[in-house]
């Protein structure tokens, strides 16, 4: 099982881009919980947005108001929506997610996975 992220990019300050983590590898992946990190150049990685499997959110103060972070069960996939997007907002984002998936043999197993990272540049 493994998170394959995409949707970064280049974008002019103000603009907006939806990142999504696909879960793959079995054939009934539940997401029980996701959240999105990012690590700026020369700052440490911090949190940017969470939800758990009850759907409550929480965002961190910069991002309040502007990103929104998704799931989508059937196909199974994550997503951050960030919109207004600031200088301060550049920095390599990384999904995390629990996932809930079954063996060959139906024993089910929970794993919290990390994508691999894509690259969000703001910057006119």
């Known amino acids: 099982v493994q998170l394959q992220a995409s949707g970064g990019g280049l974008v002019q300050p103000g603009g907006s881009l939806r990142l999504s983590c696909a879960a793959s590898?079995?054939?009934?992946?539940?997401?029980?919980?996701v959240a999105w990190h990012r690590q700026a150049p020369g700052k440490q990685r911090e949190l940017v947005a969470a939800t758990t499997s009850g759907s409550s959110t929480n965002y961190a103060d910069s991002v309040k108001g502007r990103f929104t972070i998704s799931r989508d069960n059937a196909k199974p996939t994550v997503y951050l929506q960030m919109n207004s997007l600031k200088h301060d907002d550049t920095a390599v984002y990384y999904c995390?997610?629990?996932?809930?998936?079954?063996?060959?043999?139906?024993?089910?197993?929970?794993?919290?996975?990390w994508g691999q990272g894509t690259q969000v540049t703001v910057s006119s």
């Open positions: 995390a997610a629990d996932l809930l998936y079954y063996t060959d043999s139906e024993e089910p197993v929970v794993s919290r996975l």
């Open positions: 590898g079995k054939k009934k992946i539940s997401i029980t919980g």
